[in-house]
Nanobody, 122 residues
Framework: VQLVESGGGLVQAGGSLRLSCAAS????????MGWYRQAPGKERELVAA???????YYADSMKGRFTISRDNAKNTLYLQMNSLKPEDTAMYYC?????????????????WGNGTLVTVSS
């Protein structure tokens, strides 16, 4: 499975960005897909995840600002980010796996993209 992110860039605080992740490949079973981020000097953290049944998870600091969605027909994952803050600056990674949204904290993701950089200026 290959995951390719796009949509990152430089935006001013309060602005918006929409990240996309195109999945390709065959012979895989995907349940949860999600977005992680890693800022310089910090650990990678889960931003949001969505299951094959469209159930979602959001990290507390992203609730109300970020929206995750997926188009299964297009094998594409999205992350709409609004009201961006400088502390949202990070490399954002797309990930996918056979775990469910409720179990991915334990089993983790199986496939990862290379990331797309989001920079929010103050």
């Amino acid at each position: 499975v290959q995951l390719v992110e796009s949509g990152g860039g430089l935006v001013q605080a309060g602005g918006s960005l929409r990240l996309s992740c195109a999945a390709s490949g065959s012979g895989f079973s995907i349940n949860a897909m999600g977005w992680y981020r890693q800022a310089p000097g910090k650990e990678r953290e889960l931003v949001a995840a969505i299951g094959s049944g469209a159930n979602t998870y959001y990290a507390d600091s992203m609730k109300g600002r970020f929206t995750i969605s997926r188009d299964n027909a297009k094998n594409t994952l999205y992350l709409q980010m609004n009201s961006l803050k400088p502390e949202d600056t990070a490399m954002y990674y797309c990930a996918a796996g056979s775990a469910s949204v409720t179990t991915l904290h334990y089993y983790g993701m199986d496939y990862w993209g290379n990331g797309t950089l989001v920079t929010v200026s103050s």
